[in-house]
Nanobody, 119 residues
Framework: QVQLVESGGGLVQAGGSHRLSCAAS????????MGWYRQAPGKQRELVASISGSGTTNYKDSVKGRFGISREKAKNTVYLQMNSLKPEDTAVYYC?????????????WGQGTQVTVSS
């Protein structure tokens, strides 16, 4: 079992920066993927950024060059640094981890944190 707690959401002006944090607890040694998803009103949840156990990162095209995901293993924490924010980045951001379990990948989710970018 893995528990994820996000923090850092809030209201930001367009062009500004903000950082989200996700603290993992439980069987964290088994996590091989962590990512940030977001869901805007009326839209499907989408993957924004991810980082593998080896440190490989991937980003949604629309955030490349603006967002950065990083992982502090000693604290079991993942960060999402968001720069040059745009109103279209407004969404609830969810932390996600994927844990292998008997041949399957089990998804764990945080409770979500709201990020609102004002124009």
């Amino acid at each position: 079992q893995v528990q994820l707690v996000e923090s850092g959401g809030g209201l930001v002006q367009a062009g500004g920066s903000h950082r989200l944090s996700c603290a993992a607890s439980g069987t964290t040694f088994s996590i091989n993927f962590m990512g940030w998803y977001r869901q805007a009103p009326g839209k499907q949840r989408e993957l924004v950024a991810s980082i593998s156990g080896s440190g490989t990162t991937n980003y949604k095209d629309s955030v490349k060059g603006r967002f950065g995901i990083s992982r502090e293993k000693a604290k079991n924490t993942v960060y999402l640094q968001m720069n040059s924010l745009k109103p279209e980045d407004t969404a609830v951001y969810y932390c996600n981890s994927k844990v292998p379990d008997r041949g399957l990948l089990i998804d764990y989710w945080g409770q979500g944190t709201q990020v609102t970018v004002s124009s």
